[in-house]
């Protein structure tokens, strides 16, 4: 897909300040994850196909929020990875991207969604409560060196 090196770098600024478990661990420096975010998001459009798409909100010709899916199953798809330009955090991009992945799931014929984020991102979680997701369990990571 040619828009790959623009969702790198809307999610290289997208999660800058993302407090996941690569950039609470003491250990890791925070541009690394950050460009471990944005090399991930840019593989994943680059690879796009039919059982892993990627969903685009553009305005004026600038894509200003992305989400990543992929098949696990027949029946279910995963909203993957995803990020909203900081600059351009309207309200509802976020929104409007989750209930794209979800209507793409349900036009393609999955009867499941399923998502995860860290525990304490409680602001992701709401947009999801909103849209009809509900919790079906907690994980934590922990990050263990030798």
């Not at 809307?10 to 950039?23: D, R, T």
Request: a negative charge.
């Amino acid at each position: 897909m040619a828009d790959a090196p623009d969702v790198a770098a809307l999610a290289l600024v997208g999660f800058s300040e993302y407090v996941g478990h690569y950039h609470t661990d003491p250990r890791l420096d925070s541009s690394a994850a950050d460009a471990a975010y944005a090399e991930w998001a840019e593989t994943s459009t680059a690879r796009a196909d039919a059982t892993s798409p990627v969903l685009l909100v553009q305005i004026e010709g600038r894509t200003v929020g992305f989400l990543t899916l992929r098949a696990n199953s027949d029946e279910e798809i995963e909203l993957v990875l995803s990020a909203v330009d900081p600059a351009s955090r309207l309200p509802g991009v976020y929104a409007i991207l989750i209930a794209r992945g979800v209507s793409w799931a349900a036009a393609h014929g999955y009867t499941r969604v399923v998502t995860s984020t860290q525990v304490n991102n409680y602001s992701v979680q709401s947009v999801w409560t909103r849209l009809g997701f509900r919790l079906d369990r907690c994980l934590h990571t922990f990050h263990k060196w030798f």
